[in-house]
């Protein structure tokens, strides 16, 4: 599976001095199981530089799914700028929970009616079809989807993949170490990133930020960390990076994660996920 992020920022586009390295995108990832799949995970800005990348490349796929986490702006504010979707010919099979699955077309459809922007989401209709997606597993070719839901202020999504026991699992707008009384616990996010090779965390605050941050549904990089040993990940990859956050916050974020590890005698190479970059998996 080759892994790309298109978008690695949280909350809000933060470009400028200082952010070149990380990006200032908001959440956009691909993942293309084989040449002829793909699957987006988020419309944040990211999926504009996305859409542009496959026109450019001739990159369009034969199938083509999208997937959102949830809705909050961050994760859709770039799908009125995703070129391919305008095409007459392509097709995005846009995947919901059951639930979901009705309101899905008209909550992404909302942010382009008037006054908000110029074209409708019937500009895109041919091309876009809404599917379900089960609780129990989907299978898309021969790559796996499992979803749970995090614990975020609204419903969130985080999805397992796994490919020829591959697995990636990407797990965003999610806190970790909620303290409310209906949180959904650690070990429950563990079991579901179980032995991960690649695992996607929401890693926006350091622990000393998370203090004035709770509820806020997201996670320290210590946070992120504890769930990659408690779930036998390989890669950790760190997520959402907060808008405050240069390039410099970011890797000193990593540094701290890695002599945790390191100290814990931990065997889980940490890194943080930095806009445009391809890993195959
Ligand atoms: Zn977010
Ligand atoms: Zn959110």
Known sequence: MKLTFWGTRGSIPSPGKGREYYGGNTTCVEIRPDSGTQIIIDAGTGIRELGNDMLKN???AQDSYLLFTHFHWDHIQ???FFVPAYISGNNFKVMGVEKDREKLKEIISNQMKVPYFPVTLDTMQNQLSFLELFPDGTEIGDTRINYIKTNHPQDTLAFRFEKNGRI???MTDCELNSGAKDARPL???AEFCKDSDFLIVDAQFTQDELPNRFGWGHSSNMDALRLAELSCSKNLILFHHDPAHNDEFIDRMVR???????EKKLDINCFAARDYE???T
């Open 278 to 280: 391809s890993i195959s």
């Open 78 to 80: 770039g799908l009125p």
């Open 187 to 189: 070990e429950f996010f």
């Open 168 to 170: 990636i699992t990407f």
């Open 256 to 262: 701290d994660v890695i002599s945790a590890a390191n």
């Open 58 to 60: 001739k990159s369009v």
